[in-house]
């Protein structure tokens, strides 16, 4: 059984921090591409960032280019987002994505991600 367990969630002043994990088990993590993704109220889910299963690749969304960092831990079955200098418009669930069977690469397509944890809220006040 697939699972994907989000973490670090939580309340931030703009221009502050906050660190997500996400817990991997029941398929080929290493194997597999990687991704964060965010949905607000009212809009459309959007990729953040995304890492290849060997960590050389990643993308980001433009808007947070320089300012959020993925990452991964292999040995673990972690997935990490740093992230720096949030914004209140940042505010938004924040979902941890394991990608289709194949799909190595750092992809921020939606339509490549086959498995989706609960999410993590994070929310930044001005």
């Known amino acids: 059984q697939v699972q994907l367990v989000e973490s670090g969630g939580g309340s931030v002043q703009a221009g502050g921090s906050l660190r997500l994990s996400c817990a991997a088990s029941?398929?080929?993590?290493?194997?597999?591409?990687m991704a964060w993704f965010r949905q607000a109220p009212g809009k459309e889910r959007e990729g953040v960032a995304a890492?290849?299963?060997?960590?050389?690749?990643?993308s980001y969304g433009d808007s947070v280019k320089g300012r959020f960092t993925i990452s991964r831990d292999n040995g673990k079955n972690t997935l990490y987002l740093q992230m720096d200098s949030l914004k209140p418009d940042e505010t938004a669930m924040y979902y941890c994505?394991?990608?289709?069977?194949?799909?190595?690469?750092?992809?921020?397509?939606?339509?490549?991600?086959?498995?989706w944890g609960q999410g993590t809220q994070v929310t930044v006040s001005s």
């Open positions: 029941g398929f080929s993590y290493r194997n597999s591409g």
């Open positions: 994505a394991a990608a289709r069977p194949g799909v190595w690469w750092s992809s921020l397509l939606r339509a490549d991600y086959l498995y």
């Open positions: 890492i290849s299963a060997n960590s050389i690749g990643t």
